[in-house]
């Protein structure tokens, strides 16, 4: 079969020496166990910055990925070996997921004859198009483009993103057949790339800033392939990718527990990339806040959304990354020293975020009656909130019984719009009390038409429109109202909707949502989001065959029938960590307003 390409169109991106230091070359030494993936050729001459156009490489990936070492597919047996035919019971908020044993069974795949007919149909079309987005380095499989739709120009969707692939990961540490070549080639490539100067400008980057993305280069002439990766220079606004190094650790974590492989974080290369990651992120400064600061368009909504400050998606990223890298870290070389820093981190964010960030109804009727101009630690209003700035909308958006982590707090501001990406996060990595966790699936059940409509999911709650829309996202012409991230509905929000609905011991509702997906997205072309109040309409300038709108449906499938794959992306609560005391809406009435 001849190998699809995908054309780069005068891409600005910058490439550099590799890094000779003894770290690197181990680190490319281990690369080569599973696919020979050697360090980055020549540079341009004396250039930061250059102009590339050329093809990606993308081939179809064998059904077995035959360069698999022995131990990885010894430690990935026993991932293939536990999928199941029905729906186990699934976890509540309260249960112990270290201790969800499930019971093996060989007689169905998660993606078999378990499924119906139209649903087993839709899975093997996800899987043939999965494939088919893959890119390769030197011959060994690095990652997945960000789309496969030739019919518009590519711009960057013919990139492999940090944050894209994350669900593609994901969907190849669970399948049936476990694959974690590609993941295991995608953390060591990335975390070279990280040891590359960048610089913008005249300005150089911090040393732990992971990529936005990277590309492949094929050289017909000389017969080898060139990475060039984006920091952010060529990414919209220009502004570095913070949540970048955060999936990295995240997916380290998840690769390291599907495999139950640790030789891989325990490498120094890898301890060194967490460390520089976190070191940008632990620095000590001028905030009196322990939540993460950051710019507009750092995250993923990389545009102009008036997301500027604390918001809820960092913040929740950041957390889970902190746990996780708490859990991968050895006190060698300053590790130690580094655990107590995220201790001591984790603790203060998690009250800030549970505390300062939570809404529900008592606590939206305290907010309504706020006094202003308080001072002293006696003060009750921290942040002087003006009362009068709440919008009318979220007086008739809150029900009596439920709650949600709003989008950013800061001096004289709250943003109280819902992000979904935030709130479903916070479950997953116990930020949410079991509690919160709880109220934040009542809030969805009672506002499914608002959060989840015809198309799942809303990335946010509501859309800004007029005045507003031009005021806080400069007349930004592809974040309409209802559109994108302004409201827009994404399908590859499902795995995380769907992981932390498990999580909740809420299944049905993912369920719900996996069904109404499954009617239209094949038909729609696997598209990237949906417009419209309700998602009916395909985005306006929604690339088709989008890679994490087909990979997201596979590991939602994966979990709901598998359960036990949300060990992969789940962390139970933290019993040291102390609970802050809250008006909980469960005192009132519970029927719904």
């Not at 891409?11 to 003894?22: H, L």
Request: glycine share 6%; proline share 5%; charged share 25%.
């Amino acid at each position: 079969m001849a190998s699809p390409v995908a054309s780069v169109q005068n891409v600005c991106m910058f490439q550099v020496d590799d890094v000779d230091d003894e770290d690197s070359m181990t680190m490319e030494e281990n690369l080569d166990s599973t696919a020979a993936i050697e360090e980055v050729s020549e540079s341009p001459e004396h250039s930061d910055a250059f102009i590339v156009s050329s093809e990606v490489v993308v081939r179809e990936v064998p059904t077995k990925l035959e360069r698999a070492t022995t131990s990885d597919a010894c430690q990935s047996r026993d991932l293939s070996e536990i999928a199941v035919s029905s729906l186990k019971p699934s976890p509540s908020v309260n249960a112990n997921l270290e201790s969800f044993d499930p019971t093996p069974s060989p007689v169905h795949r998660l993606n078999g004859s378990a499924n119906s007919d139209n649903s087993a149909a839709l899975i093997e079309e996800a899987w043939e198009n999965l494939r088919k987005s893959i890119v390769f380095y030197k011959g060994a499989p690095v990652g997945t483009l960000a789309a496969l739709d030739h019919s518009v120009e590519a711009l960057n969707y013919n990139q492999v993103f940090v944050r894209d692939f994350f669900p593609s990961g994901l969907a190849y540490l669970m399948k049936g057949d476990a694959q974690p070549e590609i993941v295991k080639n995608f953390l060591l490539k990335t975390l070279h790339l990280q040891g590359w100067e960048k610089r913008i400008d005249n300005f150089t980057l911090g040393e732990g800033v992971m990529p936005a993305s990277f590309m492949v280069m094929p050289d017909t002439e000389r017969g080898k392939d060139t990475l060039i990766a984006d920091f952010g220079a060529s990414a919209i606004g220009r502004v570095a990718p913070v949540d970048s190094g955060f999936w990295w650790i995240i997916l380290l974590r998840s690769y390291t527990k599907s495999t139950r492989d640790h030789t891989l974080c325990e490498m120094p290369e890898m301890q060194r990339g967490i460390r520089l990651i976190l070191n940008l992120c632990l620095a000590d400064g001028f905030d009196t806040f322990p939540t993460l600061l950051c710019a507009d368009g750092c995250s993923m909504i990389d545009r102009r959304m008036g997301i500027y400050g604390y918001p809820i998606e960092i913040q929740a990223l950041f957390f889970l990354a902190l746990r996780c890298a708490r859990q991968m870290l050895k006190p060698e070389n300053g590790g130690k020293e580094l655990m107590e820093r995220i201790d001591k981190r984790i603790t203060a964010l998690s009250y800030h975020i549970r505390t300062y960030y939570w809404l529900d109804f008592p606590q939206l009727n305290n907010i309504y009656r706020y006094r202003t101009e308080e001072y002293s630690h006696t003060a009750v209003n921290k942040f002087n909130v003006i009362p009068e700035s709440i919008p009318d909308w979220v007086f008739d958006f809150m029900p009596l019984t439920g709650g949600y982590f709003i989008g950013n707090v800061s001096p004289a501001r709250m943003d109280f719009r819902w992000f979904l990406i935030g709130n479903c996060i916070a479950i997953l990595s116990s930020l949410a009390t079991q509690q919160q966790a709880t109220a934040i699936m009542e809030l969805i059940e009672k506002r499914w038409e608002l959060l989840i409509g015809e198309m799942p999911l809303k990335i946010s709650y509501p859309a800004l429109e007029s005045h507003e829309w031009r005021i806080v996202t400069g007349c930004d012409p592809k974040n309409t109202r209802w559109s994108y991230h302004n409201g827009g509905s994404w399908p590859v929000l499902l795995w995380l909707f769907t992981a932390a609905c498990i999580k909740s011991g809420k299944p049905h509702i993912a369920k719900k949502a996996i069904e109404q997906i499954e009617a239209r997205i094949s038909k729609d072309g696997w598209p990237e989001y949906y417009d419209g109040k309700k998602g009916l309409y395909i985005g306006k300038q929604a690339r088709k065959l989008q890679t994490w709108s087909i990979s997201g449906y596979l590991v939602a499938k994966m979990m709901i029938e598998n359960p036990s794959n949300l060990l992969m992306i789940s962390l139970e609560e933290d019993k040291k960590i102390a609970k802050p005391k809250l008006t909980r809406s469960v005192s009132w009435p519970r029927d719904s307003s």
